[in-house]
């Protein structure tokens, strides 16, 4: 069957990736928005853009990501990451449409010692996890068909860690990176590939979604430059080494991996392990 989706913040690495996926000849209608032609900050906006398009499903890639931005404009990540996605949840209650709506590991302390699924009670550290939090609240309070899928270390065509640490290899001999911080890296194809089998589907609810296996961002690092042949040696430090040469960075979470438990268990859809997306990503 048809699926319309409206894809917000389309120009980011998730909406490139749905778009890519949803070319001619599958079952999905694409129509990208980006914040020059809909801001989801303004309600009045989405409303009559949401009534005049009736999409069958809205999924909000629209956020902001800068975790140190958000630390220096708190106001501002609220703006965008808890008011953005309330609209959107308003939006679809009104015109009898479908929210998939994209959360973060942030929402977590990220002090744990094993992978925090779904069932576990969030408490953010960070400006950005306290407002991609509100987010989900608002969509929980307002959205009446919802997913929410918490993801987590997303990397597709844009900017992001992958492409940092490959344009550093490109200056540099060796490359100091923490290894006392860990999580799953993701690829954003591999959870475009998840938002579209959820999509047509009534399996509301919260979801993680990351890629599967566990490593810190040292390690992750090595396997991108072991792929690529580069040579270029990785110098494992702490996170306490990292704030020294950078004080400027917001605190990460030490521990924030996922389990994808909820769609274990309510869902044939599975993600690859980290390295297999990482392989293709690169080739
Ligand atoms: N990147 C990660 O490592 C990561 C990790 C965990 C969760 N997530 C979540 O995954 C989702 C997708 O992330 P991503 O990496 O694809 O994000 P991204 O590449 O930063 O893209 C976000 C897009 O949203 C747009 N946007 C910002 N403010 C907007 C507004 N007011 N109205 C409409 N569009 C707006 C941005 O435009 P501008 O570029 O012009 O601002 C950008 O095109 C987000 O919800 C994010 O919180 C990401």
């Known amino acids: 069957m048809a699926c319309k989706l409206m894809v917000t913040g389309c ?9 890519s996926l949803t070319e001619e000849g599958t079952e999905f209608t694409y129509l990208g928005t980006d914040v020059e032609d809909l801001d989801i900050t303004d309600l009045e906006s989405v409303i009559a853009y949401v009534k005049s398009n009736q999409p069958d499903v809205i999924v909000n890639c629209a956020a902001a990501t800068n975790v140190d931005g958000c630390e220096k404009d708190e106001d501002g990540a609220f703006r965008i990451n808890a008011i953005g996605p309330r609209n959107l949840a308003i939006a679809s209650a009104e015109c009898g ?39 989900e609240v608002f969509v929980r309070q307002f959205a009446k068909e919802w997913f929410i899928i918490r993801t987590a270390w997303l990397y597709g065509d844009g900017k992001n860690f992958v492409r940092t640490m490959l344009s550093l290899a ?5 490359i100091g990176v923490v290894d006392d911080q860990l999580g799953n890296p993701t690829s954003a194809m591999e959870l475009a590939r998840a938002v579209l089998g959820l999509a047509p589907t009534r399996c509301y609810g919260i979801y993680h979604g990351t890629c599967e296996g566990i490593c810190s961002w040292a390690e992750f690092t090595e396997e991108i430059f072991r ?7 990785v110098e494992h430090i702490s996170s306490e080494e990292y704030k020294r040469r950078f004080p400027a960075s917001a605190d990460r979470p030490a521990y924030s991996a996922l389990e994808n438990k909820m769609f274990a268990l309510n869902t044939e859809i599975r993600f690859r392990h980290w390295k297999d997306a990482l392989r293709e990503y690169l080739s």
């Open 11 to 19: 120009n980011g690495q998730l909406g490139r990736a749905i778009r």
């Open 97 to 135: 449409c479908r929210l998939i709506h994209i959360s973060t590991d942030y929402v977590f302390p990220g002090d744990g010692s094993s992978p925090y699924t779904e069932f576990d009670t969030p408490a953010p550290k960070s400006a950005y996890g306290r407002s991609k939090l509100a987010g």
């Open 170 to 174: 490109e200056k540099n001999d060796t």
């Open 227 to 233: 792929l690529k042949g580069l040579s270029t040696k």
